[in-house]
Each structure stands twice: as structure tokens, then as C-alpha cells.
């Protein structure tokens, strides 16, 4: 499998932005789909996740509420919706895939992994 991650981009602080995750292969629907971010000099963690088969997103407390995950099978894509951003968005995405799991986490669990896209928000 093959992430293709895009959407990032500059944003000024309560503004939106959306990104997209665009998988290669026949078995898009047999993994959990999410993605992680990581600010310079800080750890990669969680921002968002939906199960395999579509149900059960979940986030962490630190998007709840701004951030909305979904998928779409039959365009092998997941999407992460981005309202109300903040500066301390601010990091790179790495949209992350999980064999057969309801969620993507953690880190060390992921099969595949996709580059980055930088998202950055002004105060």
C-alpha cells in the first residue's frame, strides 16, 4: 500500500483546511486509516483515526470538536477536516494505514506510512 498525502498549506489561526490520503491497492477497506503529526522538535502523535470498516473515529482530545475523519472506499481516500485551526496545529501530517485495527494507533503499529504534508498556522 501506498499513502499519497495532500491538502496541506498556510492558514491564518480559525481558518480550514482539508487533507487527503490517497491509498494504491486493492485492500484500502481492510485497514484502518488515520493520521499522526509532528511539531519541530516534538514526538509524532495522534490526531485522528477511523476503522476499518468506517466506523468508530476517534480523536485526540487536542482536535476533538475542530477535526473531522471519514473515508471513502471507493475512491481509496480518507479526509481530514480542519476547522478552527490554532498555531499550535501547526505541524507535519503523516497519514498513517493499520491492518484490520479500529484505530491506527500507536505509532509503532502502523504498516505503511505516508510523506508528510506541512500544515502551518499564523497567529
Known amino acids: 500500500v501506498q499513502l499519497q498525502a495532500s491538502g496541506g498549506g498556510l492558514v491564518q489561526a480559525g481558518g480550514s483546511l482539508r487533507l487527503s490520503c490517497a491509498a494504491s491497492g486493492r485492500t484500502f477497506s481492510s485497514y484502518a486509516m488515520g493520521w499522526f503529526r509532528q511539531a519541530p522538535g516534538k514526538e509524532r502523535v495522534f490526531v485522528a483515526a477511523v476503522s476499518w470498516s468506517g466506523g468508530s473515529p476517534h480523536y485526540a482530545d487536542s482536535v476533538k470538536g475542530r477535526f473531522t475523519i471519514s473515508r471513502d472506499n471507493a475512491k481509496n481516500t480518507v479526509y481530514l477536516q480542519m476547522n478552527s485551526l490554532k498555531p499550535e496545529d501547526t505541524a507535519v501530517y503523516y497519514c498513517?494505514?493499520?491492518?484490520?485495527?479500529?484505530?491506527?494507533?500507536?505509532?509503532?503499529?502502523?504498516?505503511?506510512w505516508g510523506k508528510g504534508t506541512q500544515v502551518t498556522v499564523s497567529s
Open positions: 498513517a494505514a493499520r491492518w484490520r485495527h479500529i484505530t491506527i494507533a500507536p505509532a509503532d503499529g502502523v504498516d505503511y
